[in-house]
T-cell receptor, first 115, second 113 residues
Framework: AQSVAQPEDQVNVAEGNPLTVKCTYSVSGNPYLFWYVQYPNRGLQFLLKYITGDNLVKGSYGFEAEFNKSQTSFHLKKPSALVSDSALYFCAVRDGSSNTGKLIFGQGTTLQVKP | EAQVTQNPRYLITVTGKKLTVTCSQNMNHEYMSWYRQDPGLGLRQIYYSMNVEVTDKGDVPEGYKVSRKEKRNFPLILESPSPNQTSLYFC????????????FGPGTRLTVL
């Protein structure tokens, strides 16, 4: 069965410190992986994606993620957190062998960056 | 501005009163989809559409209907809403169903009393 796990409900970091939001996935075909961010009372904003190629993907607002096929992980990272990064983050996967377009989402991780 | 729009943004209704949530995109995308977001569950797909007149069920289609008569519009219909359909609903679109990024609307918060 296809699934995405975000093992931490909440991640707390101090401003200026590096942050990591974890994501692991399970699909039967090639994974297409995405990170989205949701600010309060807003829709989901696309951050970055991995389809193929370089395992390190760079996205919006200084975020990056590393695709690790052997560990089936796609952790989101940022070298220096900002208070404005505080939001709800979703990891999502699409099975590359499927043409339904369905995104499977993790349950979300709340990132809290403290001054 | 390229965007996905949804209306209404907030809706409070009563059990059994039919309602429609509209979704429109101005990017000429072929693929559109509806998701619902519930705490601790992330987003789950309700219905999707590969193109005009082509729709199919997602993971949680019970109690919902959709139609795709025009490329830009993909309304979500609740014929007889029930309290368990209280949720935050998102419409999304992408050029195709394969590798493309899906872009989401601002969401519709529905409360069914």
């Amino acid at each position: 069965a296809q699934s995405v796990a975000q093992p931490e409900d909440q991640v707390n970091v101090a401003e200026g410190n590096p942050l990591t939001v974890k994501c692991t996935y399970s699909v039967s075909g090639n994974p297409y992986l995405f990170w989205y961010v949701q600010y309060p009372n807003r829709g989901l904003q696309f951050l970055l994606k991995y389809i193929t190629g370089d395992n390190l993907v760079k996205g919006s607002y200084g975020f990056e993620a590393e695709f690790n096929k052997s560990q089936t992980s796609f952790h989101l990272k940022k070298p220096s957190a900002l208070v404005s990064d505080s939001a709800l983050y979703f990891c999502a996967v699409r099975d590359g062998s499927s043409n339904t377009g369905k995104l499977i989402f993790g349950q979300g991780t709340t990132l809290q960056v403290k001054p | 501005e390229a965007q996905v729009t949804q209306n209404p943004r907030y809706l409070i209704t009563v059990t059994g009163k039919k309602l429609t949530v509209t979704c429109s995109q101005n990017m000429n995308h072929e693929y559109m989809s509806w998701y619902r977001q519930d705490p601790g569950l992330g987003l789950r797909q309700i219905y999707y559409s590969m193109n005009v007149e082509v729709t199919d069920k997602g993971d949680v289609p019970e109690g919902y209907k959709v139609s795709r008569k025009e490329k830009r519009n993909f309304p979500l219909i609740l014929e007889s809403p029930s309290p368990n359909q209280t949720s935050l609903y998102f419409c999304a679109s992408s050029p195709t169903s394969r590798r493309d990024t899906q872009y989401f609307g601002p969401g519709t918060r529905l409360t069914v009393l």
